[in-house]
């Protein structure tokens, strides 16, 4: 059937209207009134409950171990800066005598539950929807935190570690679900800062958990840490709740969302007002270069992340007789300059593909160049510090700060090869960095093995440094910012032409395999 074509060339490409000629598209409606915009918002809400939730045992578990109480061994410190004051604050004895083995399977046991459900959850919220999913599963993870003071205490280490599990169960959806999500939301014009502020609930969650678990475990009720779990159980509950009725699966089922704006994130996103829903391409992804891409970037950055926010903390006790965690301001600072630098660096990519001065392949690269280069330069530069605890802090935190600039890189890739799939690919990536992550602790263990001196843990870093720099290099060789063949844009059914007319002989865009692409609307149409 005839459809109206762009008096532009190349306006339409992989399957949906290039993001600088979206500015044409854009919908009347504007400001925080948009749909879309409480979309994103309940989301970084969500993510910061998941952060908190998933933190706040850390802060708990040292008001609840009776340190007094547990045999400890010396802790062997290097000399190199013995001129320094360790500074070391346990706080007030707890009820629970657990070693630190014990402390260990209990902050471990949400992980497990969590990385276990990821590729799960991203199948079925393919098949059924994601939110129902992100819902429900954040509910039972705030209802189950509740039941935490009272497994602790009647069911000891084991029925705790099960609390936490089952925690873990529920908080798998929030990742590969909110992916999914935002696929069938944001136009591709706006992913960079929309995907950025959603992610950045993640720091702005640990931002607010750490000193104000801190200050409830002193001053709470019920005995203090308990209070932690009710406080945040009760926020969580009411955001699962909030979220359930007021956020739709996506803006064509939603029944108060301004016609044109569902027309504009339609159109935009899928070039129809028609979506359909293919089974998922497995053999195909597997076969993605640009796929295994986001994988490597993915896999690198926890690994790095990781070795900067627990081994170099670790580094600087050990070492530099730092602790760290005895100054609540000091140990958020990391995380807020990631959270500021994630949403500064998201508007200036978004900038970069609306400006039409680079594509959105290369602004993908360049930002993430950035989040996954500067931490691995910083971890190098940490390790030629000597014993200047300062300049080792200021290096800490402007490392994790330039890794915000990843959520405006690969973090956010899966939404451009693949709208229709982006939930599970973020499901499988997230997955496998998850459990590289845990690399980072076991390999710097292994490489210190009771010999904390500045050349053992130059090691350390200079690995983390090198892991950064290789996946990072890995995702700018084959990293891509095109919508895939795969995606299957050449099914989407699209509606005829308002102004009937024909296609006058311009040659049809092309996917990343070379075939045609489907052809995107007129900017006239979308207002009409």
């Known amino acids: 059937m005839p459809f109206r074509r762009s008096k532009l060339n190349h306006r339409h490409r992989d399957g949906h209207v290039l993001v600088w000629e979206q500015n044409k598209l854009q919908d009347k409606k504007k400001g925080w009134a948009t749909t879309r915009y409480f979309v994103t918002f309940m989301l970084f809400l969500g993510m910061a409950n998941a ?23 010396e802790e062997i410190l290097d000399d190199e800066c013995g001129d320094r004051e ?9 009820e629970f005598a657990w070693s630190s083995s014990l402390q260990g399977y209990i902050l471990s046991s949400f992980f497990y539950g969590y990385v276990i459900t990821q590729i ?38 084991y029925g ?86 007021l956020v739709f699966e996506d803006p064509s089922v939603h029944p108060r969302i301004d016609e044109r704006e569902k027309r504009y994130i339609n159109d935009s996103l899928w070039g129809t007002d028609v979506i359909k829903s293919p089974p998922i391409p497995f053999k195909s992804i597997m076969k993605s270069l640009p796929f295994y891409a986001i994988l490597l970037a ?30 609540g301001l000091l140990s958020s600072l990391p995380y807020l300059a990631m959270w500021l630098f994630s949403m500064f ?97 076991i390999a710097a263990g ?31 060789v084959f990293g891509s910012g095109e919508r895939q063949f795969w995606d299957n844009p050449e099914n989407d059914e699209h509606k005829p032409s308002l102004g009937g007319n024909e296609n006058n002989g311009m040659t049809p865009a092309r996917l990343s395999n070379g075939n045609g692409a489907p052809l995107a609307i007129t900017a006239s149409e979308s207002r009409q």
């Open 86 to 94: 360790l500074e070391v604050d346990n706080g007030e004895d707890g």
């Open 120 to 157: 799960p959850f991203g199948i079925l919220a393919k098949k059924y929807g994601a939110l129902r999913f992100l819902g429900w599963g954040m509910l039972i993870n705030s209802v189950f935190a509740f039941l935490v003071p009272v497994a602790a205490r009647e069911g000891g280490v």
């Open 160 to 245: 705790l570690c099960a609390v936490r599990f089952i925690q873990g169960l529920g908080e798998g959806p929030i990742v590969p679900c909110t992916h999914a999500l935002l696929a069938k939301w944001i136009p591709p014009n706006e992913r960079s800062r929309m995907g950025a502020a959603v992610y950045a609930g993640a720091q702005f969650g640990t931002i607010i958990s750490m000193p104000l678990s801190g200050l409830l475990a002193e001053y709470g009720f019920s005995g203090g840490w308990p209070s932690i779990f009710y406080v945040f159980g009760v926020v969580g509950t009411i955001w699962s709740i909030a979220f359930l009725f």
């Open 446 to 476: 292994n490489l210190i093995n009771n010999k904390p001196t500045m050349g053992q843990w130059q090691i350390v870093f200079f690995i983390a440094a090198l892991v950064y720099i290789v996946c990072g290099t890995f995702y700018n």
């Open 345 to 441: 660096i998201s508007v200036v990519a978004d900038w970069m593909i609306s400006s039409k001065r680079f594509s959105l392949t290369a602004t993908r690269k360049i930002i993430n160049s950035i989040g996954q280069y500067g931490p691995g330069l910083a971890l190098i530069a940490a390790s030629y510090t000597g014993c200047d605890r300062a300049l080792t802090l200021a290096i800490l935190t402007i490392g994790v700060g330039f890794n915000g600039g990843i959520y405006s890189g690969f973090k956010i890739n899966h939404l451009d090869l693949t709208p229709r799939f982006a939930g599970f690919l973020m499901a499988i990536t997230n997955c496998l960095a998850n459990l590289a992550g845990l690399l980072a602790p």
């Open 298 to 327: 993915h896999m690198g950055h926890n690994y790095g992340y990781e070795t900067l926010m627990t081994e170099l903390p670790t580094y600087m006790k050990q070492v530099l007789r730092f602790s760290l965690k005895s100054n």
């Open 51 to 73: 952060y908190v939730m998933r933190t706040n045992m850390s802060v708990a578990i040292v008001a609840m171990v009776n340190h007094t109480a547990i045999q400890k061994g």
